[in-house]
């Protein structure tokens, strides 16, 4: 293992803080275990069977993925309790059949159409999750249709062979979309009230017991109270980013990773600072910071890691492979940015950022790769 | 090689219609040849060695890349006369003259570190271009700025064993922001005119002869009048899409790409379903159409293609791996999308949906490789 040193960056590279990341996980791992919850993390994240063993570290034996190829990715990698948490893909089900007789494999539903695909399998039983819309719009059943929802569930009880029905699940993608922390814990308690909600009327009608799955990273950081939960799903923890420090939920000390970026040009005249990192680096994922939409902020190396943001200075535009930074003067006098130089850019969004470069330089040394570019590089 | 069929389509995939490609490239390449230009597309687009063919069967010699590892791909692949169009990163100068050994290399400077960096060189000589800024704001030297423009090319010619000064070049990304095909055309005259206006002032200087390269595919693409320029560098005109349509550049039928998606969800109510096809399979770039910005359009298998844009449907939002169309009624009446349908969508920026998919599937029945995913995948 060499000694990472900035002089070896010619490109962009996501560094990644390994003891920030561990300590992010060994956090919500605690967490979880305080508030007796299983702790299903989401793999989408890092989605590095290295990663993964971070997390096996910590007691973790069950992952959470969004696609069936990242299932596999991780089975092969030695996982054997594996929830695919994006509403089921009919087009997928030979692959699933496959995937459930190598591991205890669990999958989500929002309508009959993926519990009758299921039906026709023939492989081992799959865990169910009805996937539960409690606001966010995105996918699931509104939480307030129960009728459909217990169609639902009867048709999966109806194949007690092919489907075992685990509970109500949901990813409250809106806390996302708050102000404040005081506006996540209410939406997720909200999340909490709404699901007991649906899991008291479906016992009514017969249909339990159901488990309650709740997922977010904003809600699973903050929150104090999961009275009705029984597994969390965070995922963005490990690493947070920008859009998690913009909301509060984490600190600026716990985010782990950043795109270190070489500066091609410099245009003072304009307060701007061109850098090789674009929309391939760091994807074109904003986040609005101090009222500037933003695609990332910058920290400068320092010792064997990264400094502060500096100051008012953020990702204005990307374009394919260009980065601009609005870079002031007054930034440039404090913290002068050469062409040569690296700037390090602190993501707006974590997941997107890996999603795009797809393997990390951890400030320790080691290079580590993921499902996204499982091969060498040169 | 199979025939294709949609059948086959399990999850988000680049479909590509091969003959559309092949016209836009003979169209351009025809262009050129009646201007009496050089043609040098950017690469960037595509990223496949297999596509780059297509290119040389219309007399194409000399590409456009954007980064150094595209040129080393494509030097791989046996391309000998390759530019990479973006300002130097001097952090690469070692892997710049190690190519420079293999192939005819061109490079943008745009500040004298630039060329400080190239005169360290030990290889063959490079071809030079100055990197001009003629309102885009991206990356280059301001066109009024003759006398540091006037220093650089010293610089270079100080350096006649390192450097050839080839000439002036400039990206009009600017016209992307056009609101009419007017627009364009007047942002590409403007262009032209200023680079000549620069040109002879340098020529007044004693610094010539110099050529002039330009590049962005809308004033390539609408423009007849190319007096001053000696070269031009579209890349996207190969696949166009939807931001290239809403410019008024090409037609519907000159779109060569779609992105293949399974339906997963079908919520009527809101008007919307729900897609497997998100920021990870089209990026996070929008576009503006009919008012609402999107990811894209909706197209249907037709025969062995695609439809018409389905009217008044979009992808309104992605998160990462999930699309939402905005499918109104009268569409579902006349257009129904089920569970385990696919819809087709036409991407707001193709050179985005390339670089996230990383691999196409012709309608022809051939799955085409590229840079990015260089290794055949399960």
Chains 1, 2 share one sequence.
Not at 76 to 103: C, H, P, Y
Request: charged share 20%.
């Amino acid at each position: 293992m060499m000694k990472f040193t900035f002089a070896s960056i010619e490109a962009p590279t996501l560094l990644l803080d390994e003891q920030v990341a561990r300590a992010n996980i060994h956090r919500m791992a605690e967490k979880a275990r305080r508030f007796r919850l299983s702790f299903r993390p989401h793999f989408k994240t890092h989605q590095s069977a290295v990663i993964g063993e971070w997390f096996k570290r910590e007691g973790v034996g069950q992952i959470t993925v969004s696609s069936v190829e990242m299932a596999e990715y991780f089975a092969d990698n030695g996982w054997q309790d594996i929830l695919i948490a994006f509403s089921l893909n009919v087009r997928q089900i030979e692959r699933i059949d496959a995937l459930a007789k190598r591991v205890h494999l669990g999958v989500l539903v929002e309508n009959i159409e993926a519990v009758r695909a299921l039906a026709a399998l023939e492989g081992p039983r799959v865990d169910v999750w009805l996937k539960i819309d409690i606001g966010a719009h995105r996918t699931g059943l509104d939480w307030r249709e129960l009728q459909s929802g217990a169609e639902i569930c009867r048709a999966v009880k109806a194949n007690p062979d092919r489907m075992f029905l685990r509970g109500l699940l949901t990813h409250s993608g809106h806390t996302y979309e708050a102000h404040s922390k005081a506006e996540i814990l209410a939406l997720f308690a909200e999340t909490l009230t709404r699901l007991q909600s649906l899991k008291r009327e479906l016992d009514a009608l017969g249909i339990g017991p159901l488990e309650i799955s709740v997922g977010d990273t904003p809600g699973c950081t903050l929150a104090e109270d999961f009275a009705g939960a029984n597994e969390i799903r965070p995922g963005n923890f490990v690493f947070y980013d920008v859009h998690q420090l913009s909301l509060g939920v984490c600190g600026f000390r716990e985010i782990a990773v950043a795109v270190a970026c070489p500066v091609v040009a410099v245009h003072s005249e304009r307060e701007e600072v061109v850098i090789y990192g674009g929309a391939v680096h760091l994807s074109k994922e904003t986040i609005a910071w101090n009222g500037d939409m933003t695609y990332g902020l910058v920290a400068l190396p320092q010792g064997e890691g990264w400094s502060e943001p500096v100051q008012d200075a953020y990702v204005a535009r990307v374009s394919q492979e260009h980065g601009i930074l609005h870079y002031p003067l007054a930034a440039m006098e404090r913290n002068p940015l050469r062409v040569g130089d690296l700037a390090l850019v602190i993501p707006a969004h974590s997941c997107l950022a890996v999603q795009a470069l797809g393997q990390y330089q951890t400030l320790g040394g080691v290079k580590i790769r993921t499902l996204l570019k499982p091969y060498a590089q040169a």
